[in-house]
């Protein structure tokens, strides 16, 4: 059963085609309520170009990312079974250093850009 009415319940597909904004780093998302989830897979040795400012809730599904900050805060390494929590400052962007895909849920915290 799906709806469009915020309040009911629903089943959220994650099924469509991955986007890839970053070389081997695919993001299939979806936009809930004005807010952006996404399943990310970051694949062995793929890591994001840019700094990131929007802030994140996730958990690890599998793999282990490192996070590095923008400040030069001391790197962040979350594994398989961790949540993890980004603020928007310090900016921060994720790495793949490991020799499997890392795979992660999250939710920003802020509404999706139109």
């Known amino acids: ?21 970053d070389p081997d780093v695919r993001d299939i998302e979806q936009v ?7 399943v ?12 990131c400012d929007s ?7 599998a793999g282990e990312l490192q996070y590095e900050f923008e ?10 079974g961790q949540g993890l929590r980004l603020p928007a400052a310090p900016a921060h962007r994720g790495r793949n250093d490991g020799s ?5 849920f999250i939710i920003d915290a802020l509404p999706a850009h139109p």
């Open 71 to 80: 400040d030069g805060s001391p790197a962040m390494r979350v594994g398989a």
């Open 55 to 61: 802030p994140h809730s996730g958990y690890m599904l």
């Open 1 to 21: 059963m799906t709806s469009s009415d915020p309040a009911s319940p629903r089943v959220v597909s994650f099924d469509a085609a991955p986007a890839e904004h």
């Open 40 to 51: 990310v897979e970051y694949a062995p040795g793929a890591g994001r170009t840019e700094w």
């Open 100 to 104: 499997e895909p890392a795979r992660l």
């Open 32 to 38: 809930i309520d004005s807010v952006r989830w996404a």
